[in-house]
Every structure is written in C-alpha cells, then in structure tokens.
T-cell receptor
Framework: AQKITQTQPGMFVQEKEAVTLDCTYDTSDPSYGLFWYKQPSSGEMIFLIYQGSYDQQNATEGRYSLNFQKARKSANLVISASQLGDSAMYFCAMREGRGGSYIPTFGRGTSLIVHP | DAGVIQSPRHEVTEMGQEVTLRCKPISGHDYLFWYRQTMMRGLELLIYFNNNVPIDDSGMPEDRFSAKMPNASFSTLKIQPSEPRDSAVYFC??????????????FGSGTQLSVL
C-alpha cells in the first residue's frame, strides 16, 4: 500500500495566486515527520518545509505553509503568491519509525506549472 | 561543504553492459540512501547504509543491482547486466541520522541513466 499519496499528477496556477498541493499519508506510528521537497527542471531536490507529528501549529517557511490535518492524515502544501520559478515537481515525504529508525519514503510527486 | 556529489551526471549504455554510479555523501553524515526515480513509481528507496554498513536493501529490485560503501566518503550502485527498464534517475542522499523525525535529506544532483 502507498504510504504517501499525492493524487494530483499535475496542477496549473496563475502567477501571484495561491495553490494547494495535496498529500495524504498512512502510518500507525504516533511519531513521524512530514516533508515537502521541490524538484525544478534542473533535477536537484530542494527541501522546502517540515512538520512533526507532535507539532501543534502548522509549519510555515516564507511563502510555503503546510496545512497539517492529523486526524485526516493529510499534509497539504500551500504556496502563496505563486511565482514563475515555482514551476517544478513537488514531492511529499514521510519519516516514520522502522525498527527504531526514521526512514524517508516519498510520494509520486505533483507537477506544478505557474502561468504568467 | 560541497554537498552530496554524484557521478556521472548522465550515463548512456547498451543493454547487458555494467553500469556503476558513484556518490560522495556530506562529510559527517552517517546515513546514505540510494533512490530511483521513474515516472511510474516516483522516488523509490533502494538501499540505505549506516556508517558504511548496509541496513536495508529490501528495495533493491533484483540481484542485478548491488551497492557498496567501502568508506564513509564513497558509495557505488552497480547494475550488471543493465536492462532498458533500469532507465531512470538515480539519486544518492545523505543525512546526519535517522533517530529524529526532522532529519533532512540532502540530495545529490542525480544520475540520469539510459539503457538502450
């Protein structure tokens, strides 16, 4: 079964508008971490934001925020005021316990295209 | 630090040939991960090492795949013999540890492998 599900293979947004990228996860571990990474066309993977399972508040990093709904097991990424440079693949990832270690697994990604 | 360094950046080979991908993790990082990225399956964890020791290779698809880490600053992923379905981007990543949920992964630039 998929541990991380990203249901949107592709998203389009107008420049300066906000966009939400969906991510749901599956774990029975009470302690876990959720991450979002950005992969531009150049190929590198760039860390964007982190949310811990015990964090009471949603994580924010500049224009990025994570809408964390623990009961629904969702960790959606919200990008405010989209820029052309935000066009990229976005991956949701989770570190959950595996024999005492927290090993990262990734979703299949969402391709975001920002239109001028 | 220069970050995680992978080589080659691109590799084109013919079916049946041996392919060796190389990785230098960030100095001081105890964990090294090999991932494979394809359109169909996203980012899959192939194997990871702790202090040069392979911990979990359950993601290695077949016996044709092997990985080694002879020292703390070097790892290889070898495919022998290669097949067209091995064509993918292979990422190496490292992290300080895995005992906390917030450990970030630092990725290399990836190796784009094409097997003809």
């Amino acid at each position: 079964a998929q541990k991380i599900t990203q249901t949107q293979p592709g998203m389009f947004v107008q420049e300066k508008e906000a966009v939400t990228l969906d991510c749901t996860y599956d774990t029975s571990d009470p302690s876990y971490g959720l991450f979002w990474y950005k992969q531009p066309s150049s190929g590198e993977m760039i860390f964007l934001i982190y949310q811990g399972s015990y964090d009471q508040q949603n994580a924010t990093e500049g224009r990025y925020s994570l809408n964390f709904q623990k009961a629904r097991k969702s960790a959606n990424l919200v990008i405010s005021a989209s820029q052309l440079g935000d066009s990229a693949m976005y991956f949701c990832a989770m570190r959950e316990g595996r024999g005492g270690s927290y090993i990262p697994t990734f979703g299949r990604g969402t391709s975001l295209i920002v239109h001028p | 630090d220069a970050g995680v360094i992978q080589s080659p950046r691109h590799e084109v080979t013919e079916m049946g040939q041996e392919v060796t991908l190389r990785c230098k993790p960030i100095s001081g990082h105890d964990y090294l991960f090999w991932y494979r990225q394809t359109m169909m399956r996203g980012l899959e964890l192939l194997i990871y090492f702790n202090n040069n020791v392979p911990i979990d290779d359950s993601g290695m698809p077949e016996d044709r795949f092997s990985a080694k880490m002879p020292n703390a600053s070097f790892s290889t992923l070898k495919i022998q013999p290669s097949e067209p379905r091995d064509s993918a981007v292979y990422f190496c990543a490292s992290s300080l540890g895995v005992v906390r949920t917030n450990e970030k992964l630092f990725f290399g630039s990836g190796t784009q492998l094409s097997v003809l």
